[in-house]
């Protein structure tokens, strides 16, 4: 079978959202000697590109779109490490939690999952963590952005209390911030020093793609 | 103003039924098994303990609440409780049967009433939409529409609680951060009772409370719950259940998750204070799949809580449901379609309280216009909920032997007497082209505009009338409330 037409049959696997076929096709494919990179961008990214136009465009709802998002990551546990073997550049890692005293899980998690579709590796710290949890993820996790999500307005200030605690620890420059939650504004996020705001989570993962370009 | 269940003899109440007989008993078991099976996240040490003490199963944070305990938590819970405003006047009887609708609390913006304008939350708008909502004769009770952003952070809820409870005499709703600022409410209304014991007799706001869906209740939801219950506070206990997110998707799989997660509260609140007042229900939507937004217009929110007013009635509590609310930005036919149905459902399903009435873009926006705009269709709902009158004095057959074929009723007295009755507009549009053409053409919009901006310019409410000592003792609470938070608050330095 030719490498392209593999490639089209992990991007079907891949829209249809079929984690397994998916990973068959996948292993297959680095058997016959396809490179990681070539199955990424014809295979993975092309795919992504088609499930988000289709999402914008009402073909998709977001069931479907996360079930792709869940596939997506699943080959990139595969793809990734082969990718950083044959020193090809992959998405990066981004680090995701819910503030101290929030219990908010929800809108976190959708952020989350959207940024493994996108084929970010994602590091999901869960919810009412204390900024030192941040900071250490931070320094163990290397990620090249950081989200922070809150929901209510008496927690949306610890958003600036991780911000000054990475500052304290002097890692603050090594890595982006984005900040969300139903009740933050741009304007809080300028006000707390965070990067770059985003208002639901297609904007996250578009956001943070424009500002990964940028860099 | 409350609308009474009419007479069953004169008048048949054009309720719907949704849900068969069959249908809620599989429903209601199907919560018993989830609390029993499932069970729900409880932070809260006391709350697990005594739900321990009493026969749940706890693992860790985990709490699985046995059948028998909710049946003896529905068995003690109040079958009326009455609300009094400031002034000692019964303002409200939280029952199977009455409804009254009412604007929500916390979106944290807020359209500017003279700009037209997204803004954020200010303490003024407050005191404002409290004599809004004193004034709308439709409106039933107060909440803010917004989380104030102009006090020190973490005591919007108070600031709020203290300015709303002296400018209106309708019920008051309020709600809290924390068991701290719980109690600072409550400190209040004590004042304005006149005494702890005075404010159990007749007490003059009540609590609303939200644990998180899916079936955790966190620490402060729970604390307050428990505060609330030990104190008698009245109080509401409901989550925000998002379909095919936080519960599933079909609608049968959320009341079951929803009644669930409001249940906790309920068992939890009789345990500790057998007979306090838990009112539950909540925001009963979906996720829209395609913007991942919690839709406030959707006609799900309509149905849903429909039918989990009558699951909760099925329980035997008074339920707090949700109406007049819209996803739109701005004044529009989609704000008035969206609202019309929903208040029209919540009418003729009969639930108690009736929340987000003011509501805007999803929840995220309050906007005292859309209230002002809700308070005529509810006007218009209750009109078809009230029903038709039949006995020998509406049937009018003398009338129509006397008048015969092609006269006219105009000059009947019976005329005179009845058309009384018919609902009339005071937002709606009926005049003639050459009058509205005069007037400038005024579209809805600018009608409520005007209306809204009238009453906000002439109605004075009852603020004036809170006595000078009262005020001072509330002003002394907010300042030790002011003193509470400092100290809690870290020195910060930003850099």
């Known amino acids: ?215 | 103003m409350a609308t009474t269940r009419a007479n069953q003899i004169d008048n048949i109440t054009p309720r719907f039924a949704l849900l068969s007989d069959d249908q809620k008993q599989r429903i209601y078991l199907g919560m018993i098994k989830t609390l029993n099976d499932t069970g729900a996240h409880v932070h809260h040490d006391e709350a697990r303990d005594i739900l321990e003490q009493h026969g749940a199963r706890v693992v860790g944070e985990r709490v699985f609440i046995p059948p028998q305990l909710v049946r003896r938590a529905l068995s003690t819970v109040p079958p009326t409780t009455t609300l009094f405003n400031w002034e000692g006047e019964e303002s409200c009887r939280i029952e199977i049967g009455r409804t009254y609708f009412g604007p929500g609390p916390t979106p944290p913006f807020f359209i500017d009433p003279d700009t037209l304008e997204r803004r954020k939350y200010l303490r003024k708008d407050a005191a404002m939409v409290a004599r809004v909502c004193d004034a709308l004769p439709n409106i039933g009770y107060v909440d803010s529409l917004g989380s104030i952003s102009d006090v020190t952070n973490g005591l919007a809820d108070l600031y709020e609680h203290a300015d709303q409870i002296q400018n209106t005499t309708k019920p008051l709703m309020s709600w809290a951060f924390n068991v701290e600022n719980c109690r600072d409410e409550h400190r209040i209304g004590i004042v304005l009772a006149g005494g702890e014991a005075e404010f159990r007799q007749r007490p003059n706001f009540i609590h609303y409370g939200e644990p998180i869906s899916p079936l955790v209740s966190d620490y402060h939801a729970m604390s307050k719950c428990v505060y609330c219950a030990t104190h008698r506070i009245p109080q509401v206990y409901t989550p925000c259940s998002i379909g095919g997110a936080t519960v599933p998707a079909s609608h049968a799989g959320q009341l079951v998750v929803g009644l669930s997660e409001a249940m906790v509260g309920v068992v939890v609140a009789q345990l500790i204070n057998p007979g306090t007042c838990v009112v539950i229900g909540g925001v009963q939507s979906i996720l829209d799949m395609r913007q991942s937004i919690y839709s406030y217009g959707a006609p799900e929110l309509s149905l849903l809580s429909a039918a989990l007013t009558e699951m909760v009635h099925f329980c035997g509590l008074p339920m707090f449901s949700t109406s007049g609310c819209t996803d739109t930005k701005t004044m529009e036919a989609q704000s008035g379609m969206e609202a019309a149905l929903s208040i029209h459902a919540a009418m003729l399903s009969g639930a108690t309280f009736v929340h987000d009435n003011g509501y805007t873009e999803s929840g995220k926006t309050g906007s005292i216009f859309q209230t002002v705009l809700d308070d005529e269709i509810i006007g218009m709902a209750r009109a078809i909920q009230q029903g038709i009158v039949v006995n020998d004095e509406s049937l009018a057959l003398e009338q129509i032997k006397r008048v015969g074929p092609g006269g006219h009723y105009l000059y009947e007295d019976h005329t005179l007497e009845w058309a009384r009755r018919h609902w009339r507009p005071t937002l709606m549009d009926r005049d003639s082209y050459e009058d509205w053409d005069r007037k400038g053409r005024p579209a809805m919009r600018d009608r409520v505009v005007k209306k809204t901006r009238d009453i906000i310019e002439n109605y004075e409410g009852p603020a004036a009338r809170v006595p000078a000592d009262a005020r001072k003792q509330i002003d002394a609470i907010l300042a030790e409330a002011e003193e509470r938070v400092r100290s809690q608050s870290r020195p910060k330095q930003l850099q």
């Open chain 1, 1 to 215: 079978m030719s490498t392209s037409s593999t490639c089209s049959q992990i991007s079907e696997a891949l829209i249809a959202g079929r984690q397994e076929e998916l990973l068959k096709h996948i292993h297959s494919a680095l058997e016959q000697g396809t490179e990681a990179e070539q199955i990424m961008n014809e295979g993975l990214v092309a795919a992504m590109d088609a499930v988000g136009q289709r999402w914008k465009a009402g073909d998709m709802f977001l069931p479907e779109v996360i079930r792709s998002a869940k596939a997506m990551s699943g080959a990139m546990e595969i793809i990734r490490p082969k990718l950083i073997e044959s020193n090809v550049k992959t998405m990066g890692t981004f680090v995701i939690g819910t503030v101290l005293r929030d219990l908010h899980d929800i809108g976190k998690n959708l952020v989350a999952m959207m940024m493994e579709g996108a084929g970010f590796k994602v590091v999901n710290l869960g919810i009412d963590l204390e900024p030192q949890v941040f900071v250490d993820a931070v320094k163990e996790h290397k990620p090249d952005i950081l989200g922070m999500s809150a929901l209510l307005t008496t927690t949306m200030p610890q958003m600036g209390e991780v911000i000054n605690a990475l500052k304290e620890a002097g890692i603050r420059d090594q890595v982006k911030i984005i900040v969300g939650g139903a009740p933050v504004t741009e304007e809080f996020a300028q006000e707390i020093g965070a990067d770059v705001y985003a208002a639901n989570a297609a904007a996250t993962v578009d956001k943070v793609k424009a500002m990964m370009s940028a860099a």
